[in-house]
């Protein structure tokens, strides 16, 4: 078991920098596939973005690829989410998602459905 928690989110404007983390419990973070999510309201949640365990990996939606950054640091037990250039459709409750068995396989890793451990979201909005 694992429990995450994220950090970060806030109010910024059209064109602004953010960056969530996610820290996670427990010792065998390293293990874990992590991705960040997203829901805006009234819709279904989203994939922003996965890294593979030791980071060699990473996958984008292409509604953030330029423009999102993610990273690990497993000595921190945290994965980062770096948002440059946010737009106002970016607004939504961001989730950090731990995968427990370190699949990192692009036909997949996008649905959360693959996902066993999630945290409780940290809203950004984006100011038009």
């Known amino acids: 078991q694992v429990q995450l928690a994220e950090s970060g989110g806030g109010l910024v404007q059209t064109g602004g920098s953010l960056r969530l983390s996610c820290a996670a419990s427990?010792?065998?973070?390293?293990?874990?596939?992590m991705g960040w999510f997203r829901q805006a309201p009234g819709k279904e949640r989203e994939f922003v973005a996965a890294?593979?365990?030791?980071?060699?990996?990473?996958y984008y939606a292409e509604s953030v690829k330029g423009r999102f950054t993610i990273s690990r640091d497993n000595a921190k037990n945290t994965v980062y989410l770096q948002m440059n250039s946010l737009k106002p459709e970016d607004t939504a409750v961001y989730y950090c998602?731990?995968?427990?068995?370190?699949?990192?396989?692009?036909?997949?890793?996008?649905?959360?459905?693959?996902?066993?451990?999630w945290g409780q979201g940290t809203q950004v909005t984006v100011s038009s």
């Open positions: 427990g010792r065998t973070f390293s293990t874990y596939t």
């Open positions: 890294i593979s365990r030791f980071g060699g990996s990473t």
């Open positions: 998602a731990a995968e427990r068995y370190g699949t990192f396989r692009v036909a997949t890793i996008a649905q959360y459905d693959q996902y066993d451990y």
